[in-house]
């Protein structure tokens, strides 16, 4: 483990340990096609708590409607395992879609957890949408704001919650006994990485979270929160390892420098429109999944700043 360092190291050795015991974390996932988000649910079979990671509401952006159809699959499955919802986390404030943690929360209740840099996310985009008073900008909608190393459980398998900026100054990817969920800051080897121009995003910063992330050990399992496909590819994908991203991803595998993938990088984003549901999702999302509180008139409205992106 030369090199790492401590927080890491502690993820290291929980992988590590929880392999030698013969154990193996079982993930279920859920593809949400129309965002391309995939939903994860982790449990522990001995107490049956578990957790659901980065959770989808649907939303129609012509209509201004939100449905629940991907979190009743969830739900579902949730409800057939006789799970106890103890955990619901996010990676990060998603631009691609909404969140539906208050529904899980609401229904199964649980604790709602992000990286404490959504602090920096609600202050850049409390501005950007002109909000007064009534946002606190605080993250006190969430129920807890995890630092780097950060250590909790979810019934008695361990997590730790490391901190990988970049993709945005809130990313925190789950080590899970011994799998990782690492949010938007790793796609499939043959898609690459994730974008690092939005407020606060950085790609050198995302560079040296992602080479964190690939210092854990080879076998490590890695569960994305998208996946694109490719020309090559037909089908959808969420599952892969370090030792493949290491080897094989298109972006940042071994041998690409710091240097080479930040000029990637920027170019790469300079050329990207902007997700379609960026600017109704964060306004949300950095709500913990909230939609903003009704007006006089018992609605309840979304903004759009103009010739501001």
Not at 250 to 257: A, K, L, N, T
Not at 265 to 282: E, F, G, H, S, W
């Amino acid at each position: 483990m030369s090199g790492m360092d401590e927080n890491l190291e502690a993820a290291a050795r929980q992988i590590s340990s929880f392999e030698a015991s013969g154990s193996r974390v079982e993930v279920q996932s859920f593809f949400d096609e129309a965002t391309h988000t995939a939903t994860h649910v982790v449990h522990d079979p001995l107490t049956g708590k578990g957790a659901v990671i980065d959770s989808v509401l649907d939303y129609d952006s012509a209509a201004g409607r939100t449905s629940t159809q991907s979190a009743k699959s969830v739900m579902d499955y949730l409800d057939a395992q006789n799970i106890t919802l103890e955990w619901v986390l996010e990676t990060h404030a998603h631009a691609d879609h909404f969140s539906a943690a208050p529904l899980f929360k609401s229904r199964y209740g649980g604790e709602m957890g992000i990286g404490r840099g959504i602090l920096i996310v609600q202050n850049a985009f409390g501005k950007i949408f002109n909000y007064g008073t009534e946002f606190a900008r605080d993250g006190s909608e969430f129920d807890r704001l995890f630092d780097d190393g950060d250590c909790f459980s979810i019934g008695t398998l361990p997590v730790t919650a490391l901190h990988v900026p970049g993709h945005t100054p809130a990313d925190m990817a789950y080590v899970v006994g011994d799998v990782v969920f690492t949010g938007d800051t790793l796609f499939m080897p043959d898609y690459g990485t994730a974008r690092a121009d939005f407020p606060g995003g950085d790609a050198r910063q995302l560079y040296r979270s992602i080479r964190r992330l690939l210092a854990l050990p080879e076998q490590t399992r890695l569960f994305l929160c998208h996946d694109y496909k490719t020309e090559d590819r037909t089908e959808y994908r969420w599952e892969t390892t370090v030792a493949r991203e290491r080897a094989e991803n298109v972006h940042v595998h071994d041998g690409v420098s710091e240097d080479m993938f930040v000029q990637m990088r920027n170019a790469r984003d300079a050329a990207l429109d902007m997700p379609r549901l960026i600017l109704p999702a964060v306004q949300v999302n950095m709500r913990a999944g909230n939609l903003p509180p009704p007006e006089d008139n018992g609605v309840r409205y979304l903004k759009l700043p103009i010739d501001t992106f």
